[in-house]
């Protein structure tokens, strides 16, 4: 980062955004732009993205590919947009969350002072060389990481203090350098607060955008009920708490049965979805049915009995055509080496709905 | 000389393909050509997208099999 001093002699300030592609994050951004500062924006991508998965896997005749918001987002603004995979090292901000948790397995403020952190080391990075870091963030947006008393904490704790500017409630927190040096101007910064998103929307029309995402819930999976409990069951199922980019994406796919608690089988509920499972095939046991059209199944466990793969094959061809049929022969691919056999597919009675994960 | 490269992004959901492609891109210059493979239809929108932000240009897209094939000419920065 630019001395006090350089800074001085070079008018042009520049500034980071973070964008998650939802409306703060554009509005904030435009805000420090009309003022005459270079903002880049900068989007990480932890594995949750709710970007990433809505994409996802689906029929690729049916459905029309949606777009990425942060990109959306950069293209209305016309700034560049940095994109940064940091699944790994986020890995410990979902596992160990010294704040804690919010309502399900969202670590909202450490993910917080995370990204602000991330943005602030990429900002000294010595081809960056950014003067401040902004954030669409609102006091009382979010019960638990948007309140009076964590802005400072995620300030203090990225490491970013004064450098990190909220443009949409500035004025409601004390003054930050870039408000104090005159890169920005105070009185033309928002006072925002609360839940009511009406002065958002009012800002969003100023300024002339349209069709921009307004996310309900947060902005990843982790605030979402029934993907927290995928993830809390794949710990549990592994007697370890810990994951891998495969892991969280395969959370999105499929249905997600336990039968036993040393396996769960995943199984496809459209074409894209056996497309997308078809190349796990290596990593997993496969079973699929080669006498009537059906899903593909994968079975996600280690140490499978006999019993346990043909308990398996049993739950995979009764979502198959062949569903009422005495019997259904299914081919189960393990290491490459593939086996027919003969198995009744399961009743739906017979599968309790606790093996729904 | 003009470099032309692949990248094989099959199985990665947007935005994988994307980082990806913008860190292979770094290291390439201004009028080489980069050809992605992916399975993620999101690449329809999400690379062009990207593409137009950073100046480079698509210059075909090959859909065939649940395989999408995108060629991309690198930009002057
Ligand atoms: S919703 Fe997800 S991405 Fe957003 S702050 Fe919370 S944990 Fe982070």
Known sequence: MTTLQELAQNPKKKAVALISGGLDSLLAAKVVMEQGVHVEGINFFTGFCVEGHTHAIRNMKKEKPKRNNALWVAEQLGIKLHMIDVI????????????GYGQHLNPCLDCKIFMVN????????????????ITGEVIGQRPKSQRRETMPVIARESGAD???????????????????????????????????????MALAEEFGFEDYAQPAGGCCFLTDASYSGKLTDLWNGRGTRDYDIDDIMLLKVGRHLRPRPHFKVIVAREEGENHYL??????????????????LGAIDGASLSDDDLKLAARIISRYGQGRDAESVIVRITRNGVSTDHEVAPLPSDQIPADWHV | MFSTDQLDLRRMLCPLPVIRTQDHIKGM????????????????????TWCRINGHEVTSTEEADYEIKITIQVGAE
């Open chain 1, 88 to 99: 790994e090292e986020y890995k410990d901000v979902v596992l160990n969350p010294k704040h």
């Open chain 1, 118 to 133: 991330k943005a602030l080391a990429w900002s000294w990075m010595e081809e960056n060389q950014f003067d401040f870091i």
């Open chain 1, 162 to 200: 004064n450098r990190l500017l909220r443009p949409l409630c500035a004025k409601n927190l004390p003054e930050t350098l870039p408000e104090r040096e005159g890169w920005v101007d105070r009185d033309k910064l928002y006072d925002f607060h609360g839940r009511n998103r009406k002065p958002q």
């Open chain 1, 278 to 295: 078809r190349g796990y095939q290596q990593q997993f046991t496969m079973v699929e049915a080669v006498s009537h059209i059906g899903p």
């Open chain 2, 29 to 48: 210059s201004p009028g080489d050509t980069l050809t992605i493979v992916c399975t993620d239809p999101g690449v329809l929108t999400d690379i062009p």
